[in-house]
């Protein structure tokens, strides 16, 4: 016969401690919430860099052009109708693979001359004796993206007029009309009503062209437009390296009906279809099937598929795998790095739920005892609490993944699910397990079990050789094959288990310099020491809990600083690589005067101005690629190399031997110029000098990767400064424009370095970062607190007892805080010794320029970024440690002083 309870257990429980069920449901919510918005501020970090990185590629590289083979058809007119043109669009986006899609209101379809035409009117600028060159293509939906300014759209003549009619000076026929664009009208001067007259390249083939009307781009950065940048603007191409054969490229935009009709050259008019890929609705985990569709429409299923329902032979041009990959190698080597912060606070975090069953376990050890002694099973016991925790953690693990869910929306549930309900097991176990574990056997007695008895068993010592093992197996992949094989679970947690075996170390040597100081102690007149010094070797042996969490966060604090400190300086250094001073004016055409560069030394902010003059074709004579010469005031650009660090040199090294110059020389240039003494060289810009080498640069402010020589500007009688390189803060990017003219080029290094840190993926790895290292921090203080309030009633009675022998309010403050000294030391000092030794194991597989630099491949290897070592990061963590348990002490002392003997008395007797 069964009978029911009195009183429910959970009731009575929760009734009974409201306070620590409050407590706990907050902790739980907490972590749960940190634990589950971890993996969703990662994949919205990773999904927004994929999308960043195909949404702000050049529009050529991301599109995806398909083009028709005209040698697949008997009949290229016909494939070249509107209908049909249509119709195998229509065909090609039912036929794109997923993830792969087609936005339509950016794609466009037509037909391409396969070669350029060439201008025969003398009315048309160029730019060298080359004439200017002009495609004729059709386009569809030009009346959707772009807005008629001038005259009227084109229309295609009746069927009959054919394109390829000759025109003679006195009067073409007119087969076709076409509109250009606002900027090629401008600087092709090409009017309203105007005739182009065109002809192949190679001779024959004449095509007359009116111009009807003169168009806007609606949004010229659209796909639509920007696939080939000469559709809105004309370009400026060469026929060789000489710089005297550039000329004009542009397109003339016939209607879509003129498709049949356009001119055939050696080649017949390919039909296009440039489709613009649908990038907003991709996620990280698209990245690889969508390189698969493309390599399929290539070269695939998707390509036979295409070909047998639009019965035509297509050919398929995109770059989209090439950036994916690009992505993929960025995210594969930040991942890891990130990877170590989640480590670091998850384990924290489980840490902290440990210590609160732990605590939870020693204020009820009493009761827990009791019911063992009067015949409870351990089974029984451990369901009791499971249920008791469970009513408060399981509510609060919902509501904190539900914050994550509402706080980080559009990243995928299934990971964060799985971090939250770790969390509420862990909660909902921790109590009991350890309850079990205590009283499996009942004892008439506790026995002494703080750090300095208890001696470590044969188990305790097979764990930690199993941690050292893993550690040293992690430490050794990571040295042998870096970061960039992608994230490693082993890999990452190298720093935690660096972390757990130091809290091992330390555990087992703590004794030793307790006894070193309490012998010393003993021997002095006053029995603070001595006291403090015992009951420091008095704590419990569950101790470790509390120091593993401040060495696993202290740890994870120094190593994230470490890197956020790197990821800055390598920003910097690029930032600061790329302009080559505080600011830079540069004119392509023109030099600076003297009242301008006055104008420019008075602007706010600026200290001082370095007029530079550059020719980038300098010829040594030696029938090798061409140097660029920098002419350059020896004193301030002197000035400059010391103040951006970049070739830095003894202004000395270019004073003149005579009428002959020495010249500070790149590596190659140097090798180049080696034993030649007295050389005459000629710059078409510059003029004419005698120089000799007279020292090595490996870099130089105004310059970039070109092999370059640095000579005084008095050298050269025909001196004119092209550029201003400008130090000064505070600077002012509109007035400096305004001084420097609207053709010039100013650029600012606190520009560059914002550039630098604008990609999704490395802002969102370092806004995980920065948040994992805060939490951490919280964390950490809620293990101390959590490791002095266990101790708390102990203190607070030792201390009433101690009053009534005659202590003082000052020594019982000092007793507390001396107490409380050796194991904040102790966390202090193996956390910063901790995290030191894991960057230093780890920095030389670790290099953070693709964190800091991930779009700016170019700089990687200017703006190397080794893992180093940060003092900030180190010392401020392990100072403040130490200050909280001091601080914590301090008030307990002040708080115990302030109530009654008797009130502290009557708690109990605790030993």
Same mark, same amino acid.
């Not at 090798?624 to 190399?641: G, I, N």
């Not at 010392?875 to 002490?889: D, S």
């Given at each position: 016969?069964?009978?029911?309870?009195?009183?429910?257990?959970?009731?009575?429980?929760?009734?009974?401690?409201?306070?620590?069920?409050?407590?706990?449901?907050?902790?739980?919510?907490?972590?749960?919430?940190?634990?589950?918005?971890?993996?969703?501020?990662?994949?919205?970090?990773?999904?927004?860099?994929?999308?960043?990185?195909?949404?702000?590629?050049?529009?050529?590289?991301?599109?995806?052009?398909?083009?028709?083979?005209?040698?697949?058809?008997?009949?290229?007119?016909?494939?070249?109708?509107?209908?049909?043109?249509?119709?195998?669009?229509?065909?090609?986006?039912?036929?794109?693979?997923?993830?792969?899609?087609?936005?339509?209101?950016?794609?466009?379809?037509?037909?391409?001359?396969?070669?350029?035409?060439?201008?025969?009117?003398?009315?048309?600028?160029?730019?060298?004796?080359?004439?200017?060159?002009?495609?004729?293509?059709?386009?569809?939906?030009?009346?959707?993206?772009?807005?008629?300014?001038?005259?009227?759209?084109?229309?295609?003549?009746?069927?009959?007029?054919?394109?390829?009619?000759?025109?003679?000076?006195?009067?073409?026929?007119?087969?076709?009309?076409?509109?250009?664009?606002?900027?090629?009208?401008?600087?092709?001067?090409?009017?309203?009503?105007?005739?182009?007259?065109?002809?192949?390249?190679?001779?024959?083939?004449?095509?007359?062209?009116?111009?009807?009307?003169?168009?806007?781009?609606?949004?010229?950065?659209?796909?639509?437009?920007?696939?080939?940048?000469?559709?809105?603007?004309?370009?400026?191409?060469?026929?060789?390296?000489?710089?005297?054969?550039?000329?004009?490229?542009?397109?003339?935009?016939?209607?879509?009906?003129?498709?049949?009709?356009?001119?055939?050259?050696?080649?017949?008019?390919?039909?296009?279809?440039?489709?613009?890929?649908?990038?907003?609705?991709?996620?990280?985990?698209?990245?690889?099937?969508?390189?698969?569709?493309?390599?399929?429409?290539?070269?695939?299923?998707?390509?036979?598929?295409?070909?047998?329902?639009?019965?035509?032979?297509?050919?398929?041009?995109?770059?989209?795998?090439?950036?994916?990959?690009?992505?993929?190698?960025?995210?594969?080597?930040?991942?890891?790095?990130?990877?170590?912060?989640?480590?670091?606070?998850?384990?924290?975090?489980?840490?902290?739920?440990?210590?609160?069953?732990?605590?939870?376990?020693?204020?009820?050890?009493?009761?827990?005892?009791?019911?063992?002694?009067?015949?409870?099973?351990?089974?029984?016991?451990?369901?009791?609490?499971?249920?008791?925790?469970?009513?408060?953690?399981?509510?609060?693990?919902?509501?904190?993944?539900?914050?994550?869910?509402?706080?980080?929306?559009?990243?995928?549930? +299934?990971?964060?699910? /799985? @971090?939250?309900?770790?969390?509420?097991? $862990? &909660?909902?176990? %921790?109590?009991? #397990?350890? !309850?079990? =574990?205590?009283?499996?056997?009942?004892?008439?007695?506790?026995?002494?079990?703080?750090?300095?008895?208890?001696?470590?068993?044969?188990?305790?010592?097979?764990?930690?050789?199993?941690?050292?093992?893993?550690?040293?197996?992690?430490?050794?992949?990571?040295?042998?094959?870096?970061?960039?094989?992608?994230?490693?679970?082993?890999?990452?947690?190298?720093?935690?288990?660096?972390?757990?075996?130091?809290?091992?170390?330390?555990?087992?040597?703590?004794?030793?310099?307790?006894?070193?100081?309490?012998?010393?102690?003993?021997?002095?007149?006053?029995?603070?020491g001595f006291l403090a010094a015992a009951r420091s070797g008095r704590?419990?042996?569950?101790? +470790?809990?509390?120091? /593993? @969490?401040?060495?696993?966060?202290?740890? $994870? &604090?120094?190593? %994230?600083?470490? #890197?956020? !400190?790197? =990821?800055?300086?390598?920003?910097?250094?690029?930032?600061?690589?790329?302009?080559?001073?505080?600011?830079?004016?540069?004119?392509?055409?023109?030099?600076?005067?003297?009242?301008?560069?006055?104008?420019?030394?008075?602007?706010?902010?600026?200290?001082?101005?370095?007029?530079?003059?550059?020719?980038?074709?300098?010829?040594?004579?030696?029938?090798?690629?061409?140097?660029?010469?920098?002419?350059?005031?020896?004193?301030?650009?002197?000035?400059?190399s010391r103040h951006t660090g970049i070739g830095e040199f003894d202004?000395?090294?270019?004073?003149?031997?005579?009428?002959?110059?020495?010249?500070?020389?790149?590596?190659?240039?140097?090798?180049?110029?080696?034993?030649?003494?007295?050389?005459?060289?000629?710059?078409?810009?510059?003029?004419?000098?005698?120089?000799?080498?007279?020292?090595?640069?490996?870099?130089?402010?105004?310059?970039?990767?070109?092999?370059?020589?640095?000579?005084?500007?008095?050298?050269?009688?025909?001196?004119?400064?092209?550029?201003?390189?400008?130090?000064?803060?505070?600077?002012?990017?509109?007035?400096?424009?305004?001084?420097?003219?609207?053709?010039?080029?100013?650029?600012?290094?606190?520009?560059?370095?914002?550039?630098?840190?604008?990609?999704?993926?490395?802002?969102?790895?370092?806004?995980?970062?920065?948040?994992?290292?805060?939490?951490?921090?919280?964390?950490?203080?809620?293990?101390?607190?959590?490791?002095?309030?266990?101790?708390?009633?102990?203190?607070?009675?030792?201390?009433?007892?101690?009053?009534?022998?005659?202590?003082?309010?000052?020594?019982?403050?000092?007793?507390?805080?001396?107490?409380?000294?050796?194991?904040?030391?102790?966390?202090?000092?193996?956390?910063?010794?901790?995290?030191?030794?894991?960057?230093?194991?780890?920095?030389?597989?670790?290099?953070?320029?693709?964190?800091?630099?991930?779009?700016?491949?170019?700089?990687?290897?200017?703006?190397?970024?080794?893992?180093?070592?940060?003092?900030?990061?180190?010392?401020?963590?392990?100072?403040?440690?130490?200050?909280?348990?001091?601080?914590?002490?301090?008030?307990?002392?002040?708080?115990?002083?302030?109530?009654?003997?008797?009130?502290?008395?009557?708690?109990?007797?605790?030993?």
């Amino acid at each position: 016969m069964s009978h029911r309870a009195v009183a429910p257990w959970v009731r009575t429980r929760l009734r009974t401690a409201p306070g620590a069920a409050v407590a706990l449901g907050v902790l739980v919510l907490v972590t749960a919430f940190l634990a589950a918005a971890y993996p969703r501020a990662v994949d919205r970090y990773q999904d927004a860099g994929l999308r960043h990185a195909l949404g702000t590629a050049p529009s050529e590289q991301r599109a995806v052009q398909v083009t028709l083979d005209p040698s697949s058809v008997p009949d290229g007119r016909l494939v070249r109708t509107p209908e049909k043109l249509r119709g195998t669009l229509q065909e090609i986006v039912r036929t794109l693979p997923a993830p792969l899609t087609a936005d339509l209101a950016d794609s466009a379809y037509g037909v391409r001359a396969h070669q350029p035409l060439v201008g025969q009117d003398k009315w048309l600028p160029r730019l060298s004796l080359e004439p200017a060159e002009l495609a004729l293509s059709t386009r569809s939906d030009l009346a959707r993206h772009s807005r008629l300014v001038e005259g009227r759209a084109a229309v295609h003549p009746p069927s009959g007029a054919g394109a390829g009619d000759d025109f003679t000076a006195d009067g073409p026929e007119v087969a076709l009309e076409g509109v250009v664009t606002r900027a090629t009208a401008r600087d092709l001067r090409i009017k309203v009503g105007a005739v182009l007259h065109l002809a192949q390249k190679s001779g024959g083939g004449n095509t007359a062209v009116r111009v009807t009307g003169i168009v806007e781009p609606l949004r010229p950065a659209s796909m639509y437009w920007d696939v080939r940048p000469s559709l809105h603007t004309p370009v400026v191409k060469a026929a060789d390296m000489s710089g005297e054969t550039d000329f004009w490229s542009a397109e003339v935009l016939l209607p879509l009906e003129a498709g049949p009709d356009l001119p055939a050259g050696r080649t017949e008019p390919a039909p296009f279809w440039d489709l613009a890929p649908r990038t907003d609705a991709l996620t990280a985990p698209d990245a690889g099937p969508l390189t698969s569709a493309v390599a399929s429409l290539e070269s695939g299923p998707a390509q036979s598929l295409l070909r047998e329902r639009a019965r035509v032979t297509t050919v398929l041009t995109t770059d989209l795998e090439t950036l994916v990959a690009r992505h993929l190698a960025s995210r594969a080597t930040i991942d890891p790095v990130v990877a170590v912060a989640g480590y670091g606070i998850g384990t924290v975090a489980g840490v902290v739920l440990l210590m609160m069953g732990a605590l939870a376990s020693a204020r009820r050890h009493g009761e827990l005892a009791l019911l063992r002694a009067r015949g409870g099973s351990v089974r029984g016991m451990a369901g009791r609490l499971c249920a008791e925790l469970a009513v408060v953690a399981v509510p609060a693990a919902a509501v904190g993944w539900l914050a994550a869910w509402l706080l980080l929306p559009g990243a995928r549930t +299934t990971a964060s699910v /799985l @971090a939250a309900a770790a969390v509420a097991a $862990t &909660a909902v176990a %921790g109590l009991p #397990v350890r !309850a079990a =574990v205590a009283h499996l056997r009942p004892r008439t007695h506790g026995e002494r079990a703080d750090l300095v008895r208890a001696k470590p068993s044969r188990r305790r010592t097979v764990v930690e050789l199993t941690f050292v093992a893993l550690t040293a197996g992690a430490i050794a992949a990571l040295s042998r094959r870096g970061t960039g094989s992608g994230a490693d679970g082993l890999v990452s947690a190298a720093p935690v288990l660096v972390a757990v075996i130091a809290s091992f170390v330390l555990v087992r040597l703590y004794p030793l310099p307790l006894r070193l100081a309490a012998r010393p102690a003993a021997r002095r007149r006053g029995a603070v020491g001595f006291l403090a010094a015992a009951r420091s070797g008095r704590a419990p042996a569950t101790a +470790t809990l509390p120091l /593993l @969490a401040l060495l696993i966060a202290l740890s $994870t &604090a120094a190593f %994230g600083g470490s #890197v956020l !400190a790197g =990821v800055s300086d390598s920003r910097d250094r690029a930032a600061t690589v790329t302009v080559g001073a505080d600011a830079m004016l540069r004119r392509n055409v023109g030099s600076f005067d003297a009242g301008t560069v006055a104008e420019v030394r008075r602007t706010a902010g600026v200290r001082d101005v370095s007029p530079v003059g550059v020719d980038y074709r300098l010829s040594l004579q030696d029938r090798q690629p061409d140097v660029t010469l920098v002419a350059v005031d020896p004193d301030s650009y002197a000035k400059l190399s010391r103040h951006t660090g970049i070739g830095e040199f003894d202004p000395g090294a270019l004073a003149p031997r005579g009428r002959v110059f020495p010249v500070l020389a790149s590596p190659k240039t140097a090798e180049r110029l080696a034993g030649k003494k007295d050389l005459a060289l000629r710059s078409v810009v510059l003029g004419s000098f005698t120089t000799r080498l007279g020292g090595t640069l490996s870099a130089t402010p105004v310059m970039d990767e070109r092999e370059f020589l640095v000579i005084d500007k008095a050298a050269l009688p025909g001196f004119r400064p092209s550029t201003l390189m400008i130090t000064g803060s505070g600077l002012d990017k509109k007035a400096l424009r305004a001084l420097a003219g609207r053709d010039a080029v100013v650029a600012l290094r606190t520009e560059a370095r914002a550039e630098l840190s604008d990609p999704p993926l490395q802002r969102g790895a370092e806004q995980v970062y920065t948040a994992a290292i805060a939490a951490g921090a919280g964390f950490a203080v809620l293990a101390v607190l959590l490791s002095l309030l266990q101790s708390s009633p102990e203190r607070g009675a030792l201390l009433a007892r101690l009053r009534t022998m005659g202590l003082t309010r000052r020594q019982s403050r000092r007793l507390l805080v001396f107490e409380s000294l050796p194991q904040a030391l102790l966390a202090a000092c193996g956390g910063a010794l901790v995290g030191w030794t894991a960057i230093a194991l780890l920095s030389p597989s670790i290099d953070l320029a693709t964190l800091a630099l991930a779009t700016h491949t170019h700089w990687v290897g200017t703006a190397a970024a080794p893992l180093r070592t940060d003092g900030w990061s180190l010392l401020v963590p392990a100072v403040a440690v130490v200050g909280i348990a001091t601080g914590v002490a301090a008030l307990q002392a002040w708080w115990s002083t302030r109530r009654t003997t008797t009130t502290e008395l009557r708690a109990g007797d605790a030993r």
